[in-house]
């Protein structure tokens, strides 16, 4: 039995999808562990699309969809990449709804919210987990 070149190609091609997709699988189940759920809008917004294959390399896409999802991993006003105070741009104040009080509320300034580093940490970690990831056999 001989295996032609362009079989051996798909089959590699197809391991990569199966490995660079369980890697997808595992960095969203890891930034979900993560992730805050006050509303649940951020947590469902973390996926991973279809892994691919080009040349010697091996791709997949995992994103949080949420506009805030950055300022939610690395933090706003004092806690985040500015340190600065949250002032109003185009009011006198900051007007929002606070659920831990039950109303809407009014400031002249925030101070913001701390960091959860919910992706940030996960890449971090990666190179140490990535070799532990699960891959599916090859059929």
Known sequence: MSVGIA??????DDFAVGAITAMGEEFVARAKMRAPRASGEL???IS???GSVSGASATI?????VEYASWQDEGTGIYGPTGNRIYPTSAKALV?????VGKTVAFASVAGVQPTN????VV???DSWVGDTQVPDAE
């Open 7 to 12: 079989d051996l190609t798909k089959a590699l």
């Open 43 to 45: 947590w469902n917004s």
């Open 48 to 50: 991973h699309g279809s």
């Open 61 to 65: 896409t995992v994103e949080a969809e």
């Open 96 to 100: 929002f709804y606070w659920p831990p």
């Open 118 to 121: 919910f992706w940030s940490d």
């Open 124 to 126: 971090n970690e990666f």
